[in-house]
């Protein structure tokens, strides 16, 4: 399959009605042009949902002008891709106090620190934004996929998360507990009233 680039607002035809291209269609198309990495696989699945306006990203994913290009330069080189989030979403970080802290507990549990830890790093901190489960913001498929992202990445934090919290609440848990923050009054996460909003199921 030869690598397909999107085509650019600036390419269209005012005078012909375009069809947008459905997700999968934009995956296959991603796929055509994807590396080696495994990282490969999630990012094309991020950015095909970003592309026809599922999840919660912004223009660019949330990455500066230079580093949204070295991204699909990396991973899938050849393909064109418009800058704008189809779904208008904006990155609001006044909301987001501890954007620094997530930061950091991300790069203190990398595997291998570098580019694409970065650019994950950027993806996931602007996904937290959003209200959705943290795999939806992100545009994966599934939480099966982000699991699986999060562990070859972040293998260390994957397993302090023993008892399958849902990700975006967990990852807010690490830093209270970091924080020497403990607002819970449960004695323990199983006999909380709040249990399914922290360990329900993801649909």
Known sequence: MNCMPAIEPSQTIPSLA?????????????????????NSVWLAQIIAS??????????????????????????????????AAVS?????????LEKQDLETLLRQFAAQPGADTEWLIALIVAACLGSDHLWQDLGLWSRADLSAMLAYNFPDL??????????????????????????????????????????????
């Open 18 to 38: 375009v069809t947008p291209k459905p997700r999968q269609q934009i995956y296959q198309e991603l796929a055509a042009c994807a590396g080696w990495s495994p």
């Open 158 to 203: 994957v397993a302090r998360n023993s008892k399958d919290m849902k990700w975006k609440k967990f990852l807010y848990k690490q830093l209270c507990e970091a924080e020497g923050l403990y607002v819970c009054r449960a004695p323990s996460c199983e006999v909380c009233k709040d249990y399914q909003q922290c360990f329900g199921p993801e649909d």
């Open 88 to 96: 208008g979403h904006t990155l609001d970080y006044s909301r987001m």
């Open 50 to 83: 970003w592309a026809v306006g599922e999840g919660a990203l912004p223009d660019r994913l949330g990455l500066a002008p230079e580093r949204f290009a070295a991204l699909l330069a990396s991973h899938f080189p050849g393909y064109a891709l418009a800058e």
